[in-house]
């Protein structure tokens, strides 16, 4: 069995931004809400000078689900992690 090979893992805290259901609404109802704090951790797959791309799960061939792609811009903490043996 081959291993995927390892990544850095990390916590990120990053806001994101928030959406809402399709039709009429009044300028309150449109206006109100916060963004939502989010915390992810996960192998990073790719990062570019605006993009992390993180991934929770991988197995052997390699493949992987559960990719998040955050806007740095939208990333508050970041803390690199160790897997203890």
Same mark, same amino acid.
């Given at each position: 069995m081959t291993k995927p090979r390892p990544a850095d893992l990390y916590y990120v805290e990053w806001?994101? %931004?928030?959406?809402?259901?399709?039709g !009429? =609404?009044?300028l *309150?109802? %449109?206006t109100d809400g916060e /963004? $939502?704090?989010?915390?992810? *951790?996960? !192998? $990073? /797959?790719?990062?570019t000078a605006t993009l992390l791309v993180i991934v929770p799960h991988m197995n052997t061939t390699?493949?992987?689900?559960?990719? $998040?792609k955050i806007p740095k811009v939208n990333i508050t903490k970041r803390i690199? /992690? =160790?897997i203890g043996r």
């Amino acid at each position: 069995m081959t291993k995927p090979r390892p990544a850095d893992l990390y916590y990120v805290e990053w806001m994101d %931004a928030e959406g809402s259901t399709s039709g !009429w =609404k009044s300028l *309150v109802d %449109a206006t109100d809400g916060e /963004l $939502v704090q989010c915390f992810s *951790v996960g !192998w $990073v /797959l790719r990062e570019t000078a605006t993009l992390l791309v993180i991934v929770p799960h991988m197995n052997t061939t390699p493949e992987y689900d559960g990719e $998040v792609k955050i806007p740095k811009v939208n990333i508050t903490k970041r803390i690199k /992690l =160790k897997i203890g043996r």
